[in-house]
């Protein structure tokens, strides 16, 4: 657990450019100390004339001012998120902690910081009393105004976070897109059947979890590769994002020849799976809608009253949808040559994902003509990307469930009304034209 904590960091791109930028900054301030003459550094323009007490003197308080301008900036974010949290959802947080816009700017602060430790500290060696041009004093006022500039231009991004729209479409693209990338690569090139089954045999022994926390993903490749090499099946039936307690049953594994298996092996297939403190949105698509749907739910309660906030939402998880139908989904099953399954793992279905993202929507809208045409849309959406007849027949369940919906709460003179059954017709006729059309 500690390695593959340990290695996600290391692999983290953005603390790689973190540390670049201060090594950087340390380079070009330990060079510029160590010059004395304006020919040096044309770049800077003249270089200031100053004594090395002076000159560290003037570093150290530019350095206090950048610190000072970096609190004042960061304190003044966290209402943002805060705002973030109240508002919409709390697991909102992590994502806006992702792709803030002032993760951009921080490089630049590692660059100037690393640039005035540094030149600092070689001036600290020195032993001259004499004034003479500085080059090292020029360079940091240039690298502070620069991190300054980057710091402006972050805020002003900032301030977008707060539209309604950028706070969906930033779930979306953060959750999906990661999802789609971390699926596809964990499956590539193995070979799947979606319609096999690893049936399980009363000789089968337990899976059980190795720790506690949440299925964050399971690394299907190795799984496949352990179990060849054990001579086991084996079947992981939790899914991703669900809580387990250690020594928890997670599945079981079964020998190919029915006979006794090592016990060994179990613990070499539950090391497959990372466990961790918190759900990942970038393995987790139902985080995501969940996301979205909590969204939707805060909009619709008595103290918001927002029915088109919530409209728009449920827009976001129709194109949600629509995105994980172009994927594989359900259970996933790598076979061998003779076709037999090797190694299985439990997944969600396109309706599953359906029946998460409409129920509480439907619930809180109290029969909100807005709500019913958005989720009608989605049914519309569903049945285009449908995988299979289930996944058909829970959209023409979620179009009937709308229209009795709207007849409880809503006369049926009213033009709402007859506005949705419009959609209603509309979304049957292409649920029959997908159900008609070779999938």
Known sequence: MVDRRLRRLLLEPYWLVLLGALAVGGVLGLWLAREQSDTASPLFGLAWRKDISDTRSALTALFGVQLTVLTLVLSLNAPVIQSAANQYSPRLVPLYLKSAPLRAAIPWFCLSSGYLLVAVRELGFMVDTAERPRPVLSGAFLVVACALLALVACMVRTFRYMRVERVLGLVQELVVSAAERRIRAR???LPLDPAANLPRSPGALALTAPASGYLAEVDLRRLTRLARQWRVRARIDVLVGDYVDAGDVIGWMVADAGGPVDPRASHALCATLDLTDAREPDCDPALGIRILVDVANRALSSSSND???????????RSVLRRLGRLPLGDWNVVDADGQVRASVAGMYLRDFLFLSVDGP?????????VLEEVLQIAFAMGRSAHDAEDLAAAHALVTRVLADAAAH?????????????????????????????Q
Do not use: W
């Open 307 to 317: 029915a088109y906030t919530a409209r728009q939402a449920l827009q976001q998880v």
């Open 187 to 189: 499956l590539h090139r």
């Open 410 to 438: 809503g006369a049926p003179e009213r033009e709402c009304f007859h506005r949705l059954l419009r959609e209603a017709k509309r979304a049957r006729q292409s649920l029959e034209l997908a159900a008609a059309s070779p």
């Open 362 to 370: 439907l619930q809180y809208g109290m029969g909100n003509s807005e």
